[in-house]
């Protein structure tokens, strides 16, 4: 895939961050954009930045908002899942219904959206759907009580979607950032390795995209530690985290 000229592709978490540059680089490069998101204002803001971009606000929690603006936008030829809730929180001081929420947006949200796009798509025998994990979704980290776990189940959905749809003309992708500077990373008091701005990773992310890849991980050398430390004995890698609160973040749902 070199362009998106004349494609439509549908961005769900394009309000801030990750989500909002990935949006703003396709319209860009010519696609015809569908941001969604729960703020409206935000969404409204960047669509008047960009012509070839509409603002659809839901709420992926809400599962009667997404099925009405997934029959408003139809079948795309892609959908990007960067809808994302982050809150640091360890076992020690675990908040009920802190992790819920987390999970909530970051995995069963993708769930209720991808169930109104990807068997049109695999009837059509056509389509692209990507799924923003995290570094943080590879092995169990410290203080990621909820986070971790929900972007380890996105990126097991991806598994099941690329062994499901094989053959099927509908191409499965995972992208899979570490830091990115947001309000949501702001909330780490921890040193945060080879944190990246927003635009820069939009940019490696259209790079994943476009090199049809199933999985791709982002900044090397830090997202070595995470792909090639899923080999290693599980106390080991604990140890090369331990005291640090180590974890990813990705957008939120506003």
Do not use: C
């Given at each position: 895939?070199s362009?998106?000229t004349?494609?439509?592709w549908w961005?769900v978490?394009a309000?801030?961050g990750?989500?909002?540059e990935?949006?703003?680089?396709?319209?860009r490069?010519g696609a015809?954009v569908?941001?969604?998101?729960r703020?409206?204002e935000?969404?409204e803001?960047?669509?008047?930045e960009?012509?070839?971009?509409?603002a659809?606000?839901?709420?992926?929690?809400?599962?009667?908002?997404?099925?009405?603006?997934?029959?408003?936008?139809g079948?795309?030829?892609?959908?990007?899942?960067?809808?994302?809730?982050?809150?640091?929180?360890?076992?020690?001081?675990?908040r009920?219904?802190v992790a819920e929420?987390?999970?909530?947006?970051n995995?069963?949200?993708a769930?209720?959206v991808?169930?109104?796009?990807v068997?049109?798509?695999?009837?059509r025998g056509?389509?692209?759907?990507v799924?923003?994990?995290?570094?943080?979704?590879?092995?169990?980290l410290?203080?990621?009580?909820?986070?971790?776990?929900s972007?380890?189940?996105l990126?097991?959905l991806a598994?099941?979607?690329r062994?499901d749809l094989a053959?099927?003309?509908?191409?499965v992708?995972?992208?899979?950032?570490?830091?990115?500077?947001?309000?949501l990373?702001?909330?780490?008091s921890?040193?945060?390795?080879?944190?990246?701005?927003p635009?820069?990773?939009?940019?490696?992310?259209?790079?994943a995209?476009?090199?049809?890849?199933f999985?791709?991980?982002f900044?090397?050398p830090?997202?070595?530690a995470f792909?090639l430390?899923?080999f290693?004995?599980?106390?080991l890698?604990?140890?090369?985290?331990?005291?640090?609160g180590?974890?990813?973040?990705q957008?939120?749902?506003?």
């Amino acid at each position: 895939m070199s362009g998106f000229t004349g494609q439509r592709w549908w961005i769900v978490g394009a309000s801030a961050g990750l989500g909002r540059e990935l949006a703003r680089l396709m319209a860009r490069e010519g696609a015809e954009v569908i941001a969604s998101a729960r703020s409206r204002e935000a969404l409204e803001t960047l669509a008047a930045e960009e012509p070839r971009m509409t603002a659809q606000p839901l709420d992926v929690t809400d599962s009667e908002s997404v099925a009405q603006v997934a029959e408003a936008v139809g079948l795309p030829n892609g959908v990007i899942y960067a809808a994302g809730a982050y809150e640091p929180m360890s076992a020690r001081a675990w908040r009920p219904g802190v992790a819920e929420a987390i999970a909530e947006v970051n995995f069963t949200g993708a769930l209720t959206v991808l169930s109104h796009v990807v068997p049109g798509m695999a009837a059509r025998g056509a389509g692209r759907v990507v799924l923003i994990g995290s570094l943080a979704g590879f092995r169990g980290l410290p203080g990621a009580i909820g986070y971790g776990a929900s972007k380890a189940a996105l990126m097991h959905l991806a598994e099941n979607l690329r062994a499901d749809l094989a053959g099927s003309g509908l191409v499965v992708q995972r992208v899979n950032p570490g830091f990115i500077r947001t309000r949501l990373t702001a909330k780490n008091s921890f040193a945060m390795p080879q944190i990246m701005e927003p635009e820069d990773a939009a940019r490696r992310t259209l790079a994943a995209i476009r090199s049809g890849r199933f999985s791709t991980s982002f900044p090397a050398p830090f997202a070595w530690a995470f792909t090639l430390g899923r080999f290693l004995p599980l106390p080991l890698f604990h140890a090369l985290f331990r005291g640090s609160g180590a974890k990813s973040s990705q957008e939120d749902r506003t």
